[in-house]
Each structure stands twice: as structure tokens, then as C-alpha cells.
């Protein structure tokens, strides 16, 4: 069975759309829906916003259910100029860049304590699946923090600790670091719903982000249809 994760209700929507045979379970007060995406056996779950209610929920999840891996869907802030809104990113790896330990500690992608590695067999299979150019699908880093990351002093804090990073997101880090500990593999799958470069970047996620949600759910049910 694969785990199906999203944050917020309208991410979820999305996908439970696009389910068949579905049904309802809850588990801990968290309602978990069990169904079928392109003909694979998934359970879907709504973590809440935020690293505490994602690494809580993740936990649930694999505790409880026989999960063969998850994929984390949703939306995310994009890092680059060169990105659009709506435009996909799978991330290869995922750094926490608000954590950090003391004045000295630097965090960075080569530090295993803030930095999780998403599964690399699944990223291969993203790679086949959206090669063509014109999916507009990145594969690359990508950073989580407990903020919604929109001003000059956030984008130089990555651009220095974790250079390179595609877009920034507020669960994935946690989801994969509780996967990492179960020993599940992971990959996480985001629709950009703002460019967090660009000015306007906090009305562009209000605007967008029932787009972006949409758009993660088919580009979610296209991977799952591949494997």
C-alpha cells in the first residue's frame, strides 16, 4: 500500500478526488481515506501544516498501516527566477534550514541531522516519467522550515546554508525524516503555488494554491500510473 500524504484540505481534496474505491478510516482522531489512484492501492492522509503535526501524523501513518512508501504531495514556494507558478518539482533531498544548533552549527545538505535523502529509485522513476521538457517538472533539493518563506533575509539564509535548493515547503522535511526512521522510502512531489523571488509572492500563494493543488494531484496519479 503506498501513503499518500498532503498538508492542508485543499491539497487533499485533490487527490481524494481522483481515488476510486474509496472509504473512510480514522485512527487517532486523524481520518485516513483507503482507495485506489491509477489502479494502486493507496491510503491518503491530511498531516496538518507545519513540522510537528507532519512528523506526528507520519508516525500514525507508518505505525498503523502497512505502507510499501510514501509520497509527499502538495504545494511549495519556488526558489528560482526562471520558475513558473504551477510549474512540479521532485525533490532528491530535503534540508531543514531553521534548525539549527547553537551560533557555530552550519547546516547544510551534508549535515544528516537537518538533511534527509528521498528514495533514489522512486526519483529515478520521476526522471523516466517526466523527462519531456515541456512537463515543466524539476528534480533537484529542496528545503523545509516552520515558515512561510517570502523576505530577503530567509532567501539568503538558503542561498548560503543550502545552495541550489528548487523551492521550500513546511512538512516534507519532518515526513521524510520520519520515514527515514521507519526505514520507508519516500519521494516528494510539489506543485508551486508561488515563486517566493518574485514580488507579490504571498498574494500569488492565496491566488494559486487550489491551482497548485490540482495540478500535485495529477502529477501524482501520472507517477503512480508509471510504476
Not at 515547503?169 to 512531489?189: N, Q, R, W
Amino acid at each position: 500500500m503506498i501513503g499518500i500524504i498532503g498538508a492542508m484540505e485543499a491539497e487533499v481534496k485533490e487527490i481524494r478526488d481522483l481515488m476510486t474505491e474509496t472509504s473512510l478510516e480514522e485512527y487517532r482522531s486523524i481520518p485516513f481515506v483507503k482507495g485506489k489512484l491509477s489502479g494502486k492501492d493507496v491510503i491518503l492522509m491530511q498531516s496538518g501544516v507545519g513540522k510537528v503535526l507532519a512528523a506526528m501524523s507520519t508516525t500514525v501513518l507508518l505505525e498503523h498501516y502497512d505502507i510499501d512508501f510514501v509520497i509527499n504531495i502538495g504545494t511549495a514556494g519556488g526558489l528560482l527566477v526562471e520558475q513558473e507558478v504551477l510549474d512540479a518539482v521532485f525533490a532528491t533531498k530535503i534540508g531543514q534550514f531553521d534548525k539549527r544548533f547553537g551560533p557555530t552549527h552550519t547546516p547544510s545538505y551534508d549535515d544528516e541531522v537537518v538533511t534527509v535523502v528521498c528514495d533514489p529509485d522512486l526519483v529515478s522513476k520521476a526522471r523516466e516519467c517526466f523527462a519531456a521538457p515541456e512537463n515543466k517538472v524539476w528534480i533537484g533539493p529542496m528545503v523545509t522550515s516552520d515558515q512561510f518563506v517570502y523576505n530577503q533575509q530567509q532567501l539568503k539564509v538558503i542561498e548560503e546554508f543550502f545552495p541550489g535548493a528548487l523551492c521550500a515547503d513546511m512538512e516534507s522535511g519532518a515526513i521524510g525524516a520520519v520515514c527515514t526512521f521507519y526505514h520507508k522510502p519516500f519521494v516528494v512531489l510539489r506543485s508551486l503555488s508561488d515563486i517566493a523571488v518574485k514580488e507579490g509572492n504571498e498574494l500569488t500563494f492565496m491566488d494559486y494554491l487550489p491551482k497548485a493543488s490540482k495540478r500535485s494531484a495529477k502529477w501524482a496519479k501520472e507517477f503512480l500510473s508509471k510504476l
